[in-house]
């Protein structure tokens, strides 16, 4: 009985146990389910009657299996007892019952079918195809051999056959009930755990993207601090030029830092399968500005050609990714720059239509700079992998930065290739395909060089505006102190709003040309400050246009703001320009006195006036062949005259 009980226990527990592979509990479910059907039929056998001889060989064979089961289990070999049992079912237990139990009559056959389910649900592989053939021939040979010698099987009563078809009837349909019975628990199981794995997943995603999310905005939260008062610290006229030198140090290593940063935690999401592509309407001609701008400055600093050539037939308003796109042209225009020490560095767009509603941009990035080793370039987008280090030591990078390049591409479902000569330059590809927003063209684009503040500049505002009104609402005191500095010299009237409560008692009292707004805020924060001003009863900032000013960075977060309705937004860290022409977009013309002082330089780039589209050309000529005669006639290599082949023939 102890035994029994040991047995019926482990068995359970067995069955129920997820980290045993589901074939081998199919296998010992079926298993013992057959050898108790056995003993049942063992006992109608018994109360019909029947030989003795042929029931003690059906008793014997069920304890043999019930033995090789449990040796075969405990010792962790059910691969083992699969042969084994399997072999002793086909070769002894199935004919002996054949020849003992009438034959197909009796019911056997539904016993023979339920045999042959067995073989193929807990064997695998070659060999239950092996076994299966095998019980076929057995089975087959049992029949012919029965069919030309009735005399070898028993003879059954018409009383003894009802009751041996019903039993084993009954027998099969309890043995397939438990099966199936089994195997809906399982599953049930397997879908409540798949169930609690998605949750759980499902709530790890939330982590993290609250990870990334509050990251992102705890960090540029005080270097936006450390830069802007830098900047402050930049336009006073009365420091010392060590001071300003200093601080031009300063500017320079916290935008690097920020750079750093913004690409651990991109490769971070995009590796967590967190980033997203989030697709807006975007101006294509403001786009280039803003990186041109970039771009020049850090070119003149080395003293580099910057070139700009646009297809003028690009459409002026696109449907993508604005921030996405932005950073692919960044990263690839300032590594062109950072391994370009003389030369030039060069930006090419052109575009195709494929279909009516969509447009490909080609974009091309050469330099003429160190170039990259052949066998560098399979690695050239790997994550940390820094090409050439003992000539790149001294260049600042994480190494992240063409990986982030080629993995936005591949979200976005374009292709980005690479051609270069090692220590003659480098030219990036990039095909991007966007929708069309407006059927208008981009023409010539005038970029003016916006410039920069050195460390021996005079800083001019870009303008002044004595009658205007500024709210600035964030619940940091230094970034308010900081964004109020920067815009000190306009003469506007600054105020600043600590929370969003005390901002609604503000936009109640009094009217603002222009509300800078930041995200993230205690208690009520500004997307919900941004709702309630523009529906606040009595209030006099209803159609007052509100700006984003935050630290919660990314193309998610974006679209949040665009469909909410603000009028624009801005990313922290700002600068007090980026302060400043937000200012003059949105403030009304008429109380806005413009600087001409601050038209820096006066150089620009003309995009179009050096603009000529690439066409595809092959050229081949017998007189730059210098293989040798017999070498062509061998490799048989063709040589055709000479040809130039484009588009237009």
């Not at 029994?4 to 479910?29: A, C, G, H, Q, W």
């Amino acid at each position: 009985m102890n035994a029994i009980k040991k047995f019926y226990s482990y068995y359970k527990e067995f069955l129920y146990d997820s980290s045993v592979n589901i074939k081998d509990r199919t296998f010992m479910l079926f298993t013992v389910s057959e050898m108790a059907a056995l003993l049942i039929f063992a006992t109608v056998s018994i109360f019909l009657g029947e030989n003795i001889s042929s029931v003690f060989i059906l008793l014997l064979g069920v304890l043999t299996g019930i033995v090789l089961l449990y040796v075969f289990a405990k010792k962790n070999m059910l691969k083992t007892a699969k042969i084994v049992l399997t072999l002793i079912l086909v070769l002894g237990l199935r004919p002996v019952a054949f020849f003992t139990k009438g034959g197909i009559d009796n019911g056997t056959l539904i016993m023979f079918l339920l045999g042959g389910y067995y073989l193929v649900l807990v064997l695998d592989g070659k060999f239950r195809i092996f076994m299966c053939i095998l019980d076929t021939v057995f089975l087959l040979a049992c029949a012919i051999i029965s069919y030309y010698n009735p005399q070898l099987l028993p003879e059954y009563s018409k009383e003894s056959d009802f009751v041996f078809s019903l039993t084993q009837y009954v027998i099969a349909l309890a043995v397939l009930t438990i099966q199936i019975t089994f195997w809906t628990k399982i599953l049930q199981k397997e879908a409540r755990l798949a169930e609690e794995k998605s949750r759980e997943l499902e709530e790890l995603n939330k982590s993290q993207n609250r990870f990334f999310s509050s990251m992102s905005h705890e960090i540029r939260t005080p270097i936006n601090t450390v830069l802007g008062l830098n900047e402050i610290i930049l336009r006073q006229e009365d420091a010392s030029e060590e001071i300003r030198k200093d601080a031009s140090d300063i500017q320079g290593a916290g935008k690097m830092l920020l750079a750093l940063i913004n690409d651990i935690l991109d490769i971070s999401k995009i590796e967590a399968g967190k980033m997203d592509i989030v697709p807006v309407n975007y101006s294509v001609s403001a786009v280039l500005s803003e990186i041109v701008n970039m771009i020049w400055l850090k070119a003149n600093e080395k003293g580099l050609k910057f070139s700009v050539d646009i297809d003028p037939g690009v459409p002026e308003m696109l449907f993508g990714d604005e921030v996405r796109i932005k950073q692919i042209l960044i990263n690839l225009l300032n590594n062109a720059v950072k391994y370009t020490s003389e030369g030039s560095v060069s930006l090419h767009m052109e575009c195709e239509f494929p279909d009516a509603g969509h447009v490909l941009l080609k974009i091309n990035v050469s330099d003429t700079g160190m170039g990259i080793k052949a066998e560098a370039l399979p690695h050239l987008f790997d994550s940390f992998q820094r090409q050439d280090e003992e000539k790149n030591r001294y260049i600042e990078g994480t190494g992240l930065g063409l990986s982030i390049v080629k993995q936005l591409v591949e979200l976005m479902d374009g292709e980005i290739t690479v051609n270069s000569v090692y220590e003659q330059g480098t030219t990036f590809a990039v095909v991007l395909k966007q929708g069309i927003s407006s059927d208008k063209r981009i023409g010539d684009i005038s970029i003016t060089n916006a410039g920069g503040l050195g460390t021996s500049d005079k800083f001019e505002h870009s303008f002044h505006a004595p009658t205007a009104s500024v709210l600035i609402v964030d619940d940091n005191e230094m970034n308010l102190e900081v964004e109020s500095k920067l815009l000190e010299g306009t003469e506007m009237k600054v105020d600043l709003s600590p929370s969003g409560l005390d901002a609604l008692s503000k936009t109640l009292t009094k009217r603002y040309d222009v509300i800078f707004m930041d995200h993230l805020m205690p208690g009520m924060d500004g997307i919900e400050c941004y709702e309630k001003i523009r529906s606040q009863k009595g209030g006099l900032n209803r159609d007052v246009p509100i700006v984003v000013l935050t630290a919660n960075a990314g193309g998610e977060n974006i679209e949040l703001y665009n469909n909410t309705g603000f009028d624009g937004y801005l990313v922290k860290p700002v600068s007090g320009r980026q302060l400043e022409e937000m200012l003059v977009s949105k403030l009304p013309s008429e109380k806005v006195i413009g600087n001409s002082g601050t038209e820096m330089t006066g150089s620009s780039i003309s995009t179009a006036s050096g603009y000529a589209k690439k066409r595809p050309v092959v050229i081949a000529t017998s007189s730059m062949s210098d293989l040798p005669a017999n070498v062509i006639k061998e490799l048989g290599i063709s040589i055709i005259p000479y040809y130039v082949i484009t588009d237009e023939g």
